[in-house]
């Protein structure tokens, strides 16, 4: 409280008239004061009624908050731990990658390299093709040749067989000739000998079938004879298929000039 120094009064009613009037203003100030706390009072109300409002929506627009603030840290969470899955992931796909590209770089060797061994035995086959036409060309003339020779070969064989059935016959006539000669002889020359042109056309017969068979280089140029062990006949086998043996011809008229006359007795 303040402190009221009192002044000095002449008289009583100075005095009464001073306190009466302080009096007054103090009731003034209290009535003052008490209505300014009354509207302090009800501001105050106010204000807590204000705060209490405002208080209530903070609380719960922190509760609200804190509800976002848990989901959004459980989402947090929850991408957290997407991404280090998905990290893990990408690791092994780029693992993965790295294995595919190996083994695809190894695909590529391994296309070129069959490639390589394609054309290989493509230029293989095409040589073999080419070497399998020149060997049956080559089978096919062989075949024709072997199938020639055989149908000579059977000729030679038929001819040889004839030479030999000629021969023979050429022996046994020979042996008959002979026999008819010594007849002959013991007979006095009753029947004339065989003639020289009639030897001639059976060795001309048989030179010429001798030549077709392929033996006609087996024969002596000097006796006829297949065989022989005499020098000519030596000589003869030596020369080459070429050289044949010629055998003159002669006419039926030419063998009765040179045939000999029989002596008279």
Avoid at 11 to 23: F, G, P, R, T, V
Avoid at 93 to 117: C, M, N, P, S
Avoid at 212 to 218: A, E, N, Q, S, Y
Wanted: glycine share 4%.
């Amino acid at each position: 409280m303040m402190e009221i120094d009192p002044p000095h009064f002449s008289n009583k009613d100075e005095e009464i008239q001073y306190w009466m009037e302080l009096a007054n203003q103090l009731h003034q100030r209290k009535e003052d004061t008490e209505r300014e706390l009354e509207e302090f009072q009800e501001n105050s109300q106010m204000l807590e009624k204000e705060l209490e409002t405002s208080l209530e929506q903070s609380e719960k627009a922190n509760r609200e908050l804190r509800q976002r603030n848990t989901r959004l840290a459980t989402e947090i969470e929850q991408l957290r731990t997407r991404l280090d899955q998905q990290t893990i992931d990408c690791a092994a796909f780029q693992a993965q990658a790295h294995d595919l590209q190996g083994r695809q770089d190894q695909l590529v060797k391994y296309i070129r390299e069959l490639e390589q061994k394609n054309d290989d035995l493509e230029r293989a086959q095409r040589v073999n093709m080419v070497t399998e036409e020149e060997m049956e060309a080559k089978c096919n003339l062989a075949i024709e040749r072997n199938a020639l020779l055989e149908s000579e070969l059977d000729e030679k064989e038929g001819l040889k067989v004839m030479v030999q059935r000629l021969m023979d016959e050429i022996r046994v006539g020979n042996g008959v000739i002979g026999a008819m000669i010594g007849n002959n002889n013991n007979n006095n020359n009753i029947n004339p000998p065989l003639t020289p042109c009639t030897r001639i056309l059976a060795m001309n017969m048989i030179g010429d079938l001798m030549r077709k068979v392929g033996l006609d280089r087996w024969v002596c140029m000097d006796c006829k004879r297949i065989k022989c062990s005499c020098p000519g006949g030596k000589k003869t086998n030596s020369t080459p298929p070429a050289a044949k043996p010629s055998v003159q011809v002669q006419t039926p008229a030419e063998c009765n000039q040179q045939q000999p006359r029989p002596a008279k007795c």
